[in-house]
């Protein structure tokens, strides 16, 4: 049954809440369906002329039936994605505390840069000649990560943080390669409290894994890595600071002990947001190292992108760096697209990667300027550690309770014996207004709450989400159960049925009569 606006009338518990209302909208919290189950093929929103006579080509294969795109009026159609996104939840209506993610302020100067027409405007096929300017940003931008990281090349083009670790994976294979240790250095290490595109970056292009245990500290420490090195290692992935929160102190030692043997030394730089301005990977020892732009750097990011992930190389892999890159073309800049005696393994990408990722990046480090990139990242620290300080009377921390780097990680050992678990923990949070916390990562620590709360928030806004942990934290040990086992419960759909969604995926849309049929 469909209801006066051709929204279906299912069954309250298919959308999680009794309904209370006729049309089951509540106030402002429109009940949207999809557009194609708005079921209105005759409208259009467009006045296209017929087209004027002309022979098909199709060889008599030409469609039977109605094509059946779903039809609105322009209001209507306005109307379906505006309320669509207002049922989104961005750093941009509230605070976002997940961690790994760096959910920070995109500055609204960084928008109004990347839609300058030289740099919106511009397309790739365009004679290099007149796209100089852009050529310019990207060589200036290439310049600050090279600076910021004490790094000797930078490859621009990668398209995503794992897209970068591929770069710089791709780099380390084939500078083994060219020392002809290929057939015997088929090893990468990886701690076990690494991001998961880790591993699976080394896998994908070959390598075996074998995982790196960190120590009661929560740290990797040299003489488990040492005791893993050998011929047969090609590279140690490991992110600093690590994903726990914490900075791996004995970073210079291990990059040293695996040069010595040998092996090279990727470090994933997603959480170089805590660190910019105040240490650099090259003074580490650190071979490759991709840098999230749309973390470190503030362009925006979730929902799929576009992101962009840069790639930072030391001398050594340095000639081993993807196609294309900028080089000094007379007075002007090229984009090299092949080199002789090619060492490298060509291109990450079509084109030269994410131009308008690249403007807003820069905007942000020119408008910050070196000092207050460094403050950028001592406030998320401090911010971080705030709520750390605030909550670790009551939450538990893995490691005891000492201070953090950008990002704070509390465990569930302090929720035994109440039957709440990190789960429900964090959907209530959602009913206080908030993006829920990371949870249950790193794999590592059990229950994990992994919380960056980014330097964005404001003393206000941290002292806000501080009073709704607690308050939430003191119902759990008081018993409130119920509060927990149904949360979120102000949410236009409640706890989904994850396991029926994975085991019995509905991929494809069926038009709703099918569905009735199919319900009966
Ligand atoms: C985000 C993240 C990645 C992957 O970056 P994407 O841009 O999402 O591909 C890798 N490692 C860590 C630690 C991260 O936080």
């Known amino acids: 049954m469909l209801n006066n606006q051709g929204r279906s009338t299912q069954p309250a518990e298919a959308h999680g809440a009794a309904r209370e209302t006729f049309t089951g909208n509540r106030a402002l919290d429109i009940e949207e369906s999809l557009i194609f189950d708005q079921n209105r093929f005759d409208t259009t929103g467009v006045d296209v002329d017929e087209p004027a006579p002309f022979s098909d080509r199709l060889g008599g294969m030409s469609r039977a039936s109605e094509l059946e795109l779903p039809g609105l009026s322009e209001p209507e159609m306005v109307r379906h994605y505006v309320r669509l996104s207002r049922k989104n939840y961005s750093i941009d209506t509230g605070m976002f505390p997940l961690g790994s993610c760096t959910m920070k302020h995109n500055p609204r100067l960084n928008e109004k840069m990347a839609r300058l027409p030289g740099f919106g405007d511009v397309h790739p096929l365009q004679p290099q000649s007149t796209v100089q300017g852009a050529l310019m940003l990207m060589q200036e931008l290439s310049r600050w990560l090279i600076e910021l990281t004490n790094m000797s090349a930078v490859a621009l083009s990668p398209k995503a943080g794992a897209h970068g670790e591929l770069a710089g994976m791709m780099a380390i294979k084939a500078?083994?390669?060219?020392?002809g240790e290929?057939?015997?250095r088929k090893t990468v290490l990886v701690p076990d409290s690494a991001h998961g595109t880790n591993p699976a970056t080394a896998a994908l292009i070959g390598f075996d894994v074998q995982s790196v245990p960190a120590g009661e500290d929560g740290l990797v420490h040299p003489a488990a890595v040492k005791e893993k090195l050998g011929p047969h290692v090609a590279a140690i992935m490991l992110t600093n600071p690590n994903t726990c929160g914490l900075f791996e102190r004995e970073i210079v030692e291990i990059a040293a002990a695996v040069h010595e043997a040998g092996g090279y030394f990727y470090c994933d730089g997603a959480n170089f947001n805590a660190i910019v301005g105040i240490a650099?990977?090259?003074d580490l020892g650190v071979d490759a190292m991709h840098i999230n732009l749309h973390k470190t750097f503030s362009t925006p990011h979730g929902g799929g992108g576009p992101g962009s992930g840069p790639v930072v190389l030391s001398e050594r892999l340095a000639a081993f760096a993807p196609l294309p890159f900028l080089a000094k073309d007379g007075e002007g800049l090229k984009l090299v697209e092949e080199r002789d005696g090619n060492q490298a393994f060509g291109r990450m990408t079509a084109f030269q990667g994410q131009m308008g990722m690249y403007v807003r990046a820069l905007s942000y480090i020119l408008s910050h300027g070196s000092d207050g990139l460094r403050q950028a990242s001592q406030d998320a620290v401090l911010n971080a550690n705030y709520v750390r300080a605030c909550l670790s009377d009551i939450f538990s921390q893995p490691f005891g309770d000492r201070a953090c780097m950008h990002e704070v990680l509390f465990d569930e050992t302090w929720l035994k014996g109440t039957h709440v678990s990190t789960l429900?923990?964090?959907?209530?949070?959602?009913?206080?207004?908030f993006h829920p916390m990371t949870v249950y990562f790193p794999l590592v620590v059990k229950g994990a709450m992994l919380i960056e709360p980014t330097e964005s928030e404001s003393r206000a806004s941290l002292d806000l989400f501080v009073m709704a942990m607690r308050d939430l934290a003191f119902r759990a040990l008081r018993g409130d159960e119920e509060r927990f086992a149904k949360a979120p419960r102000f949410s236009p759909r409640a706890r989904l049925d994850e396991t029926r969604a994975a085991r019995n995926p509905v991929l494809k849309w069926k038009?709703?009569?099918?569905?009735?049929?199919?319900a009966e």
């Open 182 to 184: 290929d057939q015997t």
């Open 511 to 518: 038009k709703r009569e099918a569905w009735a049929e199919a």
């Open 175 to 179: 500078a083994i390669a060219s020392r």
């Open 424 to 433: 429900d923990f964090a959907k209530a949070l959602i009913d206080e207004g």
């Open 280 to 282: 650099r990977p090259g």
